[in-house]
């Protein structure tokens, strides 16, 4: 059963950072296009940032510039770092396979930025 496993989630103040982690159990992510997904309350989830089998990367405009995603083929483990973190950026954090969800959602983890 493949699983998927959000990590790193946390308290931030406004124009701070964050390392979310993603990790699983069936999906092998090098051989496959990866994304990071939000959902703040009371909106759709989003995708925010994809990255392909070739490692090339694409952002949604409300991130660009400030979240980078990345890939550890080793670790099966795929990364959003978040800077410059801003309220609106609040919201539960998903992977899944961009851009369109394949699988299953993981818990995902939560990211609150406030002072």
């Known amino acids: 059963q493949v699983q998927l496993v959000e990590s790193g989630g946390g308290l931030v103040q406004p124009g701070g950072s964050l390392r979310l982690s993603c990790t699983s159990s069936g999906i092998i992510f090098r051989v496959n296009a990866m994304g990071w997904y939000r959902q703040a309350p009371g909106k759709q989830r989003e995708l925010v940032a994809r990255?392909?089998?070739?490692?090339?990367?694409t952002y949604a405009d409300s991130v660009k510039g400030r979240f980078t995603i990345s890939r550890d083929n080793a670790k099966n483990t795929v990364y959003l770092q978040m800077n410059t973190l801003k309220p609106e950026d609040t919201a539960a954090y998903y992977c899944?396979?961009?851009?369109?969800?394949?699988?299953?959602w993981g818990p995902g983890t939560l990211v609150t930025v406030s002072s």
């Open positions: 899944n396979s961009g851009p369109i969800p394949l699988h299953s």
């Open positions: 990255i392909s089998t070739g490692g090339s990367s």
